[in-house]
């Protein structure tokens, strides 16, 4: 699979609509991704702390990077990598997701968690990609 490649037409691309916790003592993250279409996907079931970074990153004044993702940037740049794209997919009863880097050569990681995914996509500010079986009407109550 090449990086440059076509969008698969079994993927939709999403943006984060919505970051917040399942329970009050924000031990469960949850996110809403919501395509262009208005169909979404809710994800939870992940950290609450995985939950607090993608939320700090969609901030204009985000406070201090966490030190694990600043060690991926020193990583990339020491390698002249950069992601670009994250593909979120189930994998049996878990859901996984593929990072995919260009640069001096072309990198997929497959199957990592898709909320370390999810977070790494909202701090470099590039495209998830949500496999569109998991995309479902949205059940907005708005008036």
Known sequence: MDIDQAQEPDY???KIDYVGFVD???VEGMVILKADNGKEFH???FSGEVAKHISSFSEPDAESVPSIYKLIEEICEENELV???VKIYESGEVLRANLYFTGKKDLVLRSYRASD???LAAFYKI???VKK???KESSSLEA
């Open 12 to 14: 939709e691309s999403v």
């Open 24 to 26: 009050p003592y924000a």
């Open 43 to 45: 994800m939870r079931a």
């Open 83 to 85: 992601l670009v794209k």
């Open 117 to 119: 995914a999810m977070a």
């Open 127 to 129: 495209p998830i990609l």
């Open 133 to 135: 079986n998991l995309l």
